[in-house]
């Protein structure tokens, strides 16, 4: 069973979260300036449409895990692994392509967080882009809400309205890459979920004036959502980074 030292505590895979829960909001986005927020990855962009791809924003109450307890915010681009080749010529009649049949891989941009032992955590277990912020989340009322501030400023305002019901979902096993320290690392990780909730929209973004505020703006948010998502219980794996 591998394992890593942090902060003179063994951590051993896979970590598992046993119980969060998260909302997500998920974006049509022009693919050149998608491209431009993650050319320092090397990966490219999976083109949903000709031109655009998604970007999703998504933002969790960890309760119990072996990272502790604490919140978090992510900026994810959907991507085509190096092994994928090259994406599969598309016309605007060709209609939307499916993600899951793509060869599409989660990309994390961008992943704060308000606990230091996660932090380091994910820096080194992961490569994860981990950073310290200021993350309200607020999951009891009826509306999910996210504010997040960093270095004592406003990065986004975020509330999602939660859609109608789905079955319980088990995800088949999922990839996510990450670049740190100039290395571009993948990690496996499964995901269960139950309490979730799915609409076309459903999402309102304000955005502050921090930097990354600034970069959404750039990709063309606020706007509207093209789904939101939320769960009440979700449980991760998450294994090795290769």
């Known amino acids: ?36 927020v993650i050319a320092y990855s090397g990966l490219d962009v999976t083109e949903i449409l000709p031109g655009k791809a998604l970007c999703t924003l998504v933002f969790a109450e960890y309760k119990d895990s072996d990272l502790g307890a604490y919140h978090e915010f992510g900026v994810v681009f959907w991507v085509r692994p190096p092994e994928a080749g090259p994406p599969p010529r598309r016309s605007a009649r060709a209609g939307v392509l499916d993600i899951r049949e793509s060869g599409s891989a989660a990309f994390v941009h961008w992943l704060p967080v308000d606990q230091t032992f996660t932090l380091e955590a994910g820096r080194e277990i992961w490569g994860f882009p981990k950073e310290l912020a200021d993350i309200d989340v607020r999951q009891t009322s009826p509306y999910k809400r996210c504010v997040l501030r960093k270095d004592g400023r406003l990065v986004l305002d975020l509330l999602i309205r939660p859609g109608v019901p789905l079955p319980n979902a088990g995800l088949p096993a999922l990839e996510a890459f ?27 973004i304000r955005l502050g004036n921090h930097p990354i505020a600034k970069e959404l703006s750039e990709l063309g948010l606020p706007k509207r959502a093209l789904a939101t998502m939320t769960a009440a219980h979700v449980s991760m794996s998450f294994g090795e980074a290769f």
């Open 1 to 36: 069973m591998a394992s890593h030292l942090i902060q003179g505590r063994r951590v051993d895979l896979p970590v598992e979260v046993r119980d969060a829960a998260a909302g997500a909001a998920t974006y049509l986005v022009r693919a050149d300036a998608a491209r431009a």
């Open 178 to 204: 990450a670049h740190r320290d100039g290395g571009t690392r993948r990690t496996g990780w499964g995901v269960r979920a139950s309490g979730v909730r799915a609409r076309p929209g459903g999402a309102l």
